[in-house]
């Protein structure tokens, strides 16, 4: 299971489903050398949320517990990117 955030990152579970991993493409370093991700604030919190979800579903995976569907995710809460 993967969701995408700003259509540019993804967010899903790695290793065995007991972490949570986050992928984008590399983005070009700045003058200083550094990378930054820059979100609006609707993308972060639908970051910040899916964290959480993917957090609870590393613990109940973790725990040998994990149930195949996310019954606290909204009816309609879509994969698209902030949907």
């Known amino acids: 299971m ?3 955030v700003a259509g540019f990152m993804e967010v899903g579970l790695a290793n065995n489903g007991q ?3 986050l992928k ?3 983005p070009r370093p700045d003058a200083n050398g550094l990378c ?3 979100l609006s604030p609707r993308y972060a919190r639908y970051l910040a949320n ?3 979800e993917y957090a609870i579903d590393a613990d109940a995976n973790a725990a040998g ?3 195949k569907e ?3 995710r909204q009816v309609g ?5 902030g949907t």
Do not use: M, N, P, T
């Open 2 to 4: 993967v969701d995408k």
């Open 19 to 21: 972490e949570i991993a």
């Open 24 to 26: 984008h493409a590399v």
């Open 36 to 38: 930054q991700i820059v």
């Open 50 to 52: 899916l964290l959480v």
């Open 65 to 67: 517990s994990l149930d």
């Open 70 to 72: 996310r019954h606290y």
């Open 77 to 81: 809460h879509g994969r698209k990117s």
